[in-house]
């Protein structure tokens, strides 16, 4: 994951601040736990976000603890687990793994295929619980894979791909709230992928890298297009959130879909903003 999906603390409870850190230091420790310190590392804001969503809609019973991790060594912090922490966490060492072996098949990376092998028997033991999920991601991967070979440069059909792998993961059960489930994982996946192309723009140009977004970039109207196509994704999600019976937490996901999810890409814009400030300034002298 990318960790896009957060929340934006200023318009966010201190209570409601501190029970997401909860679940994320509850992510930590099932992660940890499950998969020792390398599954630990592969932690991340997107999947704290679908923690909450699974445990507000189905009302998961969630055991608050109090534990102390190498970040916080003296003072013990607040960990909120359920079974909707171990699937998520089993959903990551999945994305991990496929992640790694990706790595390995198209860069040669020693550290991927070293990666694989230590996720390797996970994997094998995640696919026997979650065999629709785990071949769904499978597939998603081995799409998008094709578009970047094939340098497709429609960013619908090449974020379709990743939206497909997300929906599969967002369907925790296949029954009444499958569908909308589906779809917010489809669009928030698209949204995603999207966002991520975004950020990579410059640093793929100057590599010469495939990036979906490269044939728009120099249009005059180019960041209004982007802006565009993920507010359109992130109103299609949120419009099959509200058709969910959320109420558990529903404050910090309204946070999150709103308004935290904007903040990776004002920060991208701050950044740049700044790096062509600095250009200038030194052509100036």
């Known amino acids: 994951m990318f960790g896009y999906v957060n929340i934006y603390k200023p318009e966010l409870k201190m209570k409601d601040f501190y029970k997401y850190k909860a679940y994320y230091c509850g992510l ?6 499950r998969y020792g310190r ?5 932690l991340s804001y997107d999947m704290t976000f679908l923690v909450i969503l699974l445990t507000s809609l189905y009302e998961s019973d969630t055991v608050r603890k109090q534990d102390r991790c190498v970040l916080h060594p003296v003072k013990k912090h607040d960990t909120l687990c359920n079974e909707i922490t171990e699937y998520i966490a089993d959903m990551n060492i999945v994305l991990t793994y496929y992640h790694l072996l990706d790595d390995w098949q198209d860069e040669k990376s020693l550290a991927g295929l070293a990666g694989a092998g230590v996720l390797k028997k996970a994997y094998r033991n995640i696919s026997k619980r979650y065999p629709r999920q785990c071949q769904g991601i499978r597939e998603g991967l081995n799409r998008l894979q094709v578009c970047e070979k094939n340098e497709e440069t429609d960013i619908d059909i090449v974020s379709r791909c990743f939206g497909e792998l997300m929906s599969e993961i967002f369907a925790y059960h296949q029954d009444m709230w499958e569908k909308s489930l589906r779809k917010v994982g489809f669009f928030l996946g698209k949204f995603i992928y999207i966002l ?3 950020d990579d723009m ?3 140009i100057r590599n010469d890298s495939y990036n979906p977004l490269i044939t728009i970039h120099k249009e005059a109207s180019y960041e209004e297009d982007c802006r565009t196509m993920m507010t359109m994704m992130m109103a299609e999600a949120a419009r ?6 959320c109420l558990i937490d529903i404050d910090i996901l309204r946070n999150i879909l709103y308004e935290g999810v ?4 004002e920060t991208i814009k701050l950044r740049e903003t700044k ?9 100036s002298i």
Not at 28 to 33: A, E, F, M, N, V
Not at 240 to 245: A, C, M, N, S, V
């Open 275 to 283: 790096r062509k400030d600095n250009k200038n300034d030194s052509k």
């Open 262 to 265: 904007w903040v990776k890409l």
């Open 196 to 198: 991520d192309a975004y």
């Open 240 to 245: 099959e959130f509200e058709k969910l019976p």
């Open 28 to 33: 930590c420790k099932t992660l940890k736990d």
């Open 202 to 204: 410059d640093k793929d």
């Open 38 to 42: 390398f599954g630990q590392m592969t």
